[in-house]
């Protein structure tokens, strides 16, 4: 099993800058592939960002690609998510996700976060 805690949510204005973390615990963190994940009230999870095991690899959504980044730190076991210039639309409740059992960008993965909420007005 896995527990992941995200944090670091809350209010920007556009423009601004929000930083999100997931602590994780519970079976080897650096063996999987961490996710990013966000819901809008009224739409499906939409795939964020994620980075592999060995965080050698990233791959964006393209609505947050250059304004977003995902890093991770294994010996912490965290990952984070850092979100600049954000835009009204950015507003979600952000997740972050463990294992994909699929593809990448499918919100197929084993392991989830409570969420947390983020709110950017104009």
């Known amino acids: 099993q896995v527990q992941l805690v995200e944090s670091g949510g809350g209010s920007a204005q556009a423009g601004g800058s929000l930083r999100l973390s997931c602590a994780a615990s519970g079976r080897t963190f650096s063996s999987y592939a961490m996710g990013w994940f966000r819901q809008a009230p009224g739409k499906e999870r939409e795939f964020v960002a994620v980075i592999t095991w060995s965080g050698g690899n990233t791959l964006y959504a393209e609505s947050v690609k250059g304004r977003f980044t995902i890093s991770r730190d294994d010996a912490k076991s965290t990952v984070s998510l850092q979100m600049n210039s954000l835009k009204p639309e950015d507003t979600a409740v952000y997740y972050c996700?463990?294992?994909?059992?699929?593809?990448?960008?499918?919100?197929?993965?084993?392991?989830w976060g409570q969420g947390t909420q983020v709110t950017v007005s104009s």
């Open positions: 996700a463990a294992e994909a059992r699929g593809r990448y960008y499918d919100p197929s993965y084993a392991y």
